[in-house]
T-cell receptor, first 109, second 113 residues
Framework: TQLLEQSPQFLSIQEGENLTVYCNSSSVFSSLQWYRQEPGEGPVLLVTVVTGGEVKKLKRLTFQFGDARKDSSLHITAAQPGDTGLYLCAGASNNDMRFGAGTRLTVKP | KAGVTQTPRYLIKTRGQQVTLSCSPISGHRSVSWYQQTPGQGLQFLFEYFSETQRNKGNFPGRFSGRQFSNSRSEMNVSTLELGDSALYLC????????????FGAGTRLSVL
């Protein structure tokens, strides 16, 4: 059983569409990170959210941390083929870090 | 600042052999964690080392072991390899003072034949 549940597991969309992926847990985290991983590479950190209700924007990506610090969402506006990859969320508590299984996003040109 | 470096990038072994993977963390990072990533299981935590001591351990058999040196470089060893050990092995370093955010290397792709 994953401590962090990510949904959907797979997502295939056309270029220009918007999408949201989710990361949910029953545990409270001191911080939550989102990573993107491309084939054959390690995950690359996109953002860290720390405060409940926090919203961070990174160009076309919007990250939100739930008020209770148990869940998070990642919204991508006008997706591009370069956004294709595995999106992982990771929650930190007591210096432990646990990862979700990821959402595999494919953006078709 | 150089990132996390893992060597080798690719490795092919046969069942029963043993393998050692290496990880050099970001300069100044004293915590190194190892993960196994497979399509079916996702990212699974193996263990974490901090200042040459194992701090946390995941649910893997004793065939998986590791160590950390005084310069924070880390090695991971897998003995008596099984077909199911084929995976991408990722190393991540962190500075515990910044909430233990993990910075990953590119990984070692291990194939067991």
């Amino acid at each position: 059983t994953q401590l962090l549940e990510q949904s959907p597991q797979f997502l295939s969309i056309q270029e220009g569409e918007n999408l949201t992926v989710y990361c949910n847990s029953s545990s409270v985290f001191s911080s939550l990170q989102w990573y993107r991983q491309e084939p054959g590479e390690g995950p690359v950190l996109l953002v860290t959210v720390v405060t409940g209700g926090e919203v961070k924007k990174l160009k076309r990506l919007t990250f939100q941390f739930g008020d209770a610090r148990k869940d998070s969402s990642l919204h991508i506006t006008a997706a591009q083929p370069g956004d294709t990859g595995l999106y992982l969320c990771a929650g930190a508590s007591n210096n432990d870090m646990r990862f979700g299984a990821g959402t595999r996003l494919t953006v078709k040109p | 600042k150089a990132g996390v470096t893992q060597t080798p990038r690719y490795l092919i072994k046969t069942r029963g052999q043993q393998v050692t993977l290496s990880c050099s963390p970001i300069s100044g990072h004293r915590s190194v964690s190892w993960y196994q990533q497979t399509p079916g299981q996702g990212l699974q935590f193996l263990f974490e080392y901090f200042s040459e001591t194992q701090r946390n351990k995941g649910n893997f058999p004793g065939r998986f072991s590791g160590r950390q040196f005084s310069n924070s470089r880390s090695e991971m060893n897998v003995s008596t390899l099984e077909l199911g050990d084929s995976a991408l092995y990722l190393c991540a370093s962190s500075h515990r003072l910044d909430g233990n955010i993990q910075y990953f290397g590119a990984g070692t792709r291990l194939s067991v034949l």
